[in-house]
């Protein structure tokens, strides 16, 4: 993947799917457990099986993005210490590679879930239809936009090797109508969204040049 401070020309970019999962238990006095089903026991055997599966990614990874990742990011679950939780809920936040479809990946996780089922036949267990779907983007490295963007980039003694990042932009959404995408900017995805963000003069004024010469020359 790039350096987050290089101005490079990138081809590629993983995709995003987040959904809920709930676990449905039964309620009761924490004085006489027995008596329930805790949402939470079972939700810690279905995060768990998660950790399993993100090993299982990190043995296929892209040439230019590494493995798809994934994120449990929230959990909700109780009322209160002294009742026995009858729900909880977590939110996963799935990162596509290239190729993966949304269906394929969530078939995958509910044949997960169906065997856990089957170990443990009291855990109730739902995945939820998606919050945010977002496709992966691979452009091909011999496009003509790819082509051209690595050439500019060589002349001005950039480094010219196309390049893939984890996070995703609307270049996807381009791609998916038929257009050949890149991106290419300043600034570093490890500022974004901090406390303090900024980018560099210098390399607002050398995208400027890259984004001219390639208007100029492509056809």
């Not at 691979?138 to 001005?156: I, K, N, V």
Request: charged letters at 20%.
């Amino acid at each position: 993947m790039a350096e987050p401070t290089e101005l490079r020309a990138v081809i590629a970019t993983k995709g995003v799917l987040r959904w809920r999962i709930v676990v449905r238990g039964r309620a009761a006095h924490s004085s006489k457990p027995q008596l329930g089903l805790n949402a939470i026991t079972h939700m810690a055997r279905v995060i768990l099986a998660f950790e399993n599966n993100h090993e299982q990614l990190a043995r296929k990874p892209h040439p230019l993005l590494g493995p798809a990742t994934c994120n449990v990011g929230v959990i909700h679950g109780g009322v209160q210490v002294n009742f026995v939780p009858d729900s909880c809920t977590i939110e996963v936040d799935r990162r596509l590679l290239p190729g993966e479809t949304t269906a394929a990946v969530l078939a995958g996780y509910q044949r997960m879930l169906d065997e856990l089922s089957s170990v443990h036949p009291t855990l109730d267990v739902t995945m939820e239809p998606p919050m945010v779907v977002d496709d992966a983007l691979e452009t091909a490295a011999d496009s003509p936009p790819a082509c051209l963007a690595s050439q500019l980039l060589g002349e001005m003694g950039l480094n010219p090797n196309l390049a893939g990042v984890p996070f995703g932009s609307d270049a996807s959404k381009l791609a998916r109508c038929g257009i050949p995408s890149l991106i290419f900017g300043p600034g570093s995805i490890d500022r974004a969204h901090a406390a303090v963000e900024y980018v560099e003069i210098a390399q607002v004024v050398r995208a400027l040049e890259f984004y001219r010469n390639f208007l100029l020359r492509f056809e």
